[in-house]
Structures are given as C-alpha cells and as structure tokens.
C-alpha cells in the first residue's frame, strides 16, 4: 500500500492494484452516513475541494488516514475496499443480461428457467434461482397455477408488485365482439412490447393461461435486445437512426387517453441497449422533417423484418395453469391466430413494476446469504 496526497494505491492479495482518489475516500467516510438506514448526512457541497491525505497506516485490516486540514482521521475497512474497488464489485447474478438470438432453435422447457408453483412458494432459494434466470434471459415459466381467474393476483406477490392501470391490476386476453384492442380479438400478433405510451412503461407482464386453445394460439417471444444488438452489427446506421428518433405511441379507449415519445431502441449512458419498445398497432403518424423521413422508414422496416423472420422466434404452446413471465421492454412477444367459435383461450394477465422484480431478487439473495442458505 502506498499513499499520496490525492491518492491511496493498494495492491491486492492476488496482484491486482487499485486506486481511490482522496476525494472519493473523503466523501465515503462512515461517520458521514447514518448508521441504520446508510444513507448520506452531508452534502457534496460541504465536502472540501480537494482533501488531502497526509498519512495512511494499513492496521488491524483496515487503512487508517490521516487529512492535511481536518483533525478527524478516517478508517476503511480493507475488505469494504475491495468490495467497492472499480473492477472488483461484488457481482450482481441478475444483472448479467444472457442475450438468446436465434429462438428458432431453442425450446422453452429445455432451454429457459421453470418452477413449479409448489417449489416456488416452499424453497426461497429455487425462487431466487428461478428470479435470477428470469432477469437475465428476459422470460420464465411457473407450472402448476389452478386454472382459474383469481390465482394470477394470488401468485405473483412472490415475484414483484403489480402496476394497475386503466385495465385495473389485472386484464383477461380472450375474445370480444368490437374489441378496443386487438389483443382481444382471435387475431394472429406479430411481435410487440406492450403499452409503449405509457409513463412508465410497464416492466415486466404476467400470463396465465387459465384456458389454452387446443388448437392455434401457439405464443411467440424473441430477445429484443439480441435483435437490437443483431441490427447493431448488420446495419449500424440504421441502428443509430432507431436509437436516436422520437417515436410517438398512442392509445385510445372509451376510458382512456394515453400518449408518449420514445425510440425504439433506448441506449443506457454506456451505450448498451437498455430496452426495445416496438409496438406497430400503437405508433401515432411520425412528426419527422421530410428530409428524415426516407432514412428512418428504412431502419423502421430493416428491425420489423427481423421481427418477422421465425428464425428468430421462441414459439410455445402454454398449457392449462402455466404462467409466464418476461421482460416487457426487452422481450417481444406475440400469438398465431386461433378460433375461439371452436376452441375457448383466455389468457389472465398483469404487469410488474420493473424495479420490484430487481428489488425482490436483491432482497432475497441478501436474506438467503445473511441466513446462511447455499444460493
């Protein structure tokens, strides 16, 4: 270990170095925080400008600084350190996003995470597991609901809160005369993200069929963020033009009025795809200059082609009492045509808000590792 006045360097067990800033350390001072809920007592503002370290001593496992122009010395846990290390953060499972491109030739019982509602609601650390599973690859099934209405809203407390919308905390897909959406109609879905005009968008969705066709009906999902980044190596200014073009989504309805703006592929600030909302039944008249318009016709049609294409189609057939649950501003996902004059399908449904499905997983993992449970 070493120090210097703006700079504390420390070499690691295992060869790795790292670095923190004086600045950084200054403002990451426990006695800074409160000590039950963590969160900061003091602002940037009432930091010094440029606090300089005047002596650093490792001991006991922890380094202990001293400060140029404050009497107060500072102690950091050496293992505190190398949690929050740049590069040597605890890792985060659910995080590391699992892209699946061509579903084609993938099957959804042998390549994606099942659980068995019994398991999930008995053994903490098959639920994690399942969680996890569904974070990073955008979709899981459950087996074994009863096949009836009221089970959805009993059953998805144990993977995150319901969003209630103009629908109420939950829909039913099945078919009804005029419907004021097509999702309610016996009409084959090509592939979409769900409700792209709302503020938020909702993060995860639920189905549960409660009644599933013995004929068409089949469900379809792809991996939007794979076909984003599929787009992104085979057509790269087409990419840009998707990422960087206000889309306007609207929707209207005897009891609602809903508008928003968004790209169809959103980028997070370090340039990852970071959702995918795509909803063709749903995109108002484009307020584009006339100048724009050819170009981003072009990429509108080179994404919705690769959406059309079955290669990259996860296509699976819900039984009685199975639930899946995907991503919805990662997973596209859409349905064959089905008779309901021949064969009944209901399907019951609701959304998630996107950070209690992340919050719950967290949660448990940290339950689970402060109990002791292997995860």
Known sequence: MSSAPELLTIEWADGAISEFTSLWLRDNLREDRDAHSGQRLIDITELPDRPRIRSAVAEGGSVRLEWEDESRPAAFALSWLAAHAAGRAPPRPELEVRLWLEGVALDAKRDFAWIGLEEAQREPSARLGWLTHLLQDGIAFLDGMPAEEAALLRVVPLLGRVLETNYGPAFDVRSVPQPENLA?????????????????????????????????????????????????????????????????????????????????????????????????????????????????YSAYRRFAALLRDPRFQLRTHLANGTLVVFDNQRVLHGRTAFSSARHARHLRGCYLMRDSVYGATALLRRELTETGTKT
């Open 184 to 296: 309610y109609s016996d009409l084959g879905l090509g592939l979409h993200t769900d409700n792209p005009y709302r503020e938020p968008v909702p993060g995860f969705q639920a189905l549960h069929a409660v009644i599933a066709s013995n004929e068409g009906g089949d469900s379809l999902f792809a991996d939007g963020f794979a076909l984003a980044e599929h787009l992104r190596v085979i057509a790269p200014e087409a990419f840009a033009r998707l990422t960087t073009t206000a889309v306007p989504f609207h929707y209207r309805s005897q009891d609602a009025e809903l508008y928003a703006e968004r790209p169809l592929i959103e980028l997070s600030a370090t340039g990852r795809v970071a959702s995918v909302h795509y909803n063709n039944r749903s995109i108002a008249p484009l307020n584009l200059d006339a100048r724009e318009t050819p170009a981003f």
